[in-house]
């Protein structure tokens, strides 16, 4: 009897649906939202790094679940703003991690 068919099955179908479930954002599931240009948003993230430049810039900051973030405006997947909290200065963050 052999029985690891079902389990090498199982394997190969969760290999192949990882890329749909690392394309899944927060944001599209609702769970975050992006930040909109004017409004001092609330991070829901565990941690939000505030870097000098939007993407990949040097980190300078992070922010907590809870403090804020003024959003004053966007460049592709991010948005600089005035960051309260410990940081307390302007810098840029990844959008889609604010509480909807």
């Known amino acids: 009897m052999r ?8 394997c190969a179908l969760f290999v ?6 690392a394309s899944v954002t927060p944001s599209a599931l609702g ?7 004017g ?3 609330t991070v829901c993230a565990n941690d939000l790094y505030v870097r000098t430049d939007p993407g990949t ?3 300078m900051g992070t922010l907590f679940k809870g403090q804020t ?9 991010s948005v ?16 889609g991690y604010f509480c909807p």
């Open 16 to 21: 192949a649906a990882l890329p749909a479930i």
């Open 31 to 37: 769970l975050m939202a992006n930040g909109t240009i």
């Open 80 to 95: 600089y703003g005035f960051a309260y909290g410990d940081i307390n200065r302007r810098g840029w963050v990844t959008d």
């Open 69 to 77: 973030f003024l959003v004053e405006r966007r460049s592709g997947g």
């Open 39 to 41: 409004k001092r948003e």
């Open 3 to 10: 029985r690891h068919r079902p389990v090498l099955l199982s």
């Open 57 to 59: 810039g040097a980190w």
